[in-house]
């Protein structure tokens, strides 16, 4: 009777169990129940042999030399030239840089003009820097007086985006022919606020920033600003808290000096009886030049 292959696959197995218990033992098989004699190995400065390429982790890296001595072997390793500590601590501390001459400021900045940069950098820098900003304006929104202001804006410059600072302005004003025509016409005297100065406290943020061709060769900078603040309105009847908003534009001269067009908003509250109060407001076109402290600045690169 044939067996069945299930019958002969046990039989197969059964054979090869039984030749491999017979089998006795070689001189080269690897013995578990014995410990592996201590190969040695060779240290850094030594000759060569196999043992050297073995990485011993309980041994630490030698990070004072990479030389070792000159074995063939590359024994137990030393720190790669890129991970060492460079002679006298590291990186070089900022304090203790050397300033540069006059005639090697130069030269860095003729050598930085004939760079070609893909992505070209601001030409004026502005972190860290005061402004001082004096202007004059017009009144745009009054048709019953005129009145001209001087004045000046201080701010300082957190980072090249954002500024807080400090505003102040002297107000001379007159009637308007329109206000003469009401009194004339209707004798009637109009009620009229008119400012003699005011001061404010303002933080200011540059969203735009761009470059303008002038003529098809030059080149001038600019960016846009808003401001925004509260502060203090003395007009000829009373004192009054007023909210400021404004916006404006810097045209880049030289490294710093700037020539600015600016807006200014005002409204404010003001009382021209016991039981009669107005909200009212102010409109400034203003033209000036700001001036910047320190004169100049040096740009920062990754090394």
């Known amino acids: 009777m044939p067996l069945s292959r299930p019958s002969q696959a046990l039989i197969s197995l059964c054979a090869l169990a039984t030749l491999s218990l017979a089998t ?46 000159g074995g063939g072997g ?56 005061l402004e001082l900003a004096p202007m004059a304006g017009l009144n745009a929104n009054d048709p019953l007086i005129h009145f001209a202001t001087v004045g000046a804006d201080l701010n300082y410059f957190l980072n090249e985006e954002m500024a807080i600072g400090l505003r102040g302005s002297y107000t001379l004003n ?19 606020s008119r400012p003699i100065w005011s001061g404010s406290a303002n933080f200011q943020y540059t969203p735009l920033y761009g470059k303008l061709a002038v ?17 203090w309105l003395q007009t000829f009847i009373d004192g009054r808290v007023f909210v400021t908003a404004g916006a404006g534009q810097r045209y880049f001269m030289n490294r710093w000096m700037t020539f600015n067009l600016d807006l200014n908003y005002q409204i404010f509250q003001e ?7 107005v909200l009212l407001n102010n409109l400034v076109f203003s033209v000036g030049m700001s ?13």
């Not at 033992?25 to 592996?36: L, N, Q, S």
């Not at 196999?50 to 630490?60: A, Q």
């Open 24 to 69: 006795p033992a070689h001189a080269d098989d690897y013995d578990f129940t014995e410990e592996t004699a201590e190969q040695p190995t060779g240290d850094g400065g030594g000759g060569g042999g196999g043992s050297g390429d073995d990485f011993e982790f309980d041994t630490p890296l030698d990070t004072s030399d990479t030389g070792g001595g």
């Open 74 to 129: 590359g024994g137990g390793g030393g720190t790669p030239s890129f991970l060492q500590a460079t002679q006298g601590g590291g990186v070089e501390e900022e304090s203790q840089r050397r300033p540069l001459t006059p005639e090697e400021l130069a030269a860095l900045r003729a050598a930085e003009a004939e760079r070609v940069w893909v992505l070209q950098r601001r030409p004026f820098l502005k972190k860290h820097r």
């Open 291 to 303: 001036f910047y402290l320190p004169t100049d600045f040096e740009y920062r690169e990754l090394r």
């Open 271 to 277: 009382t021209f009886g016991p039981d009669e109060s």
């Open 215 to 231: 003529f098809g060769s030059w080149i001038l900078p600019w960016e846009l600003y808003t401001r925004a603040g509260v502060g």
């Open 174 to 192: 007159v009637e308007t022919s329109s206000f003469d025509e009401v009194v004339q016409e209707y004798s009637v005297f109009p009620k009229i």
